[in-house]
């Protein structure tokens, strides 16, 4: 497991201090305090890949556990092979708020940063 430090472990992801601080909120808001954040990554999307963000409260025995504050983050291996050594931010600004994957292994983007391509 990771701590979430700002450079992630080698194979993994980070969770940042806003990432953790949104989903510790969406949790109490849902009053979900079992539940984790989920990453997973699925073919479609305007670039060729696309992620997707969701709470579970089951872990499947592929899955990998990120942690941050109290806060787990839970990849399946597949997904996890596409998002090696990337950061989960929650980034607020003028057009809204949203969780953001800094993806190293992403080659391209789309224009609204939920789909992207490999290079």
């Known amino acids: ?45 305007c670039s060729g890949f696309q992620y997707g963000f969701s709470f579970d409260d089951n872990r499947q025995p592929d899955d990998r556990v990120f ?21 989960i931010d929650f980034v607020e600004d003028m057009m809204g708020a949203a969780f953001q994957v800094k993806n190293p292994n992403a080659a391209s983007s789309c224009g609204c940063g939920n789909s992207f391509s490999i290079g």
């Open 67 to 87: 942690a941050r504050d109290g806060v787990e983050l839970v990849i399946d291996a597949v997904s996890l092979e596409l998002v090696k050594g990337a950061e």
């Open 1 to 45: 497991m990771s701590d979430g430090g700002s450079i992630p472990p080698d194979g993994g992801v980070s969770l940042s201090a806003s990432a953790a601080r949104r989903v510790t909120e969406l949790k109490r808001q849902e009053n979900a305090p079992n539940a984790f954040l989920r990453l997973a990554v699925s073919g479609g999307g």
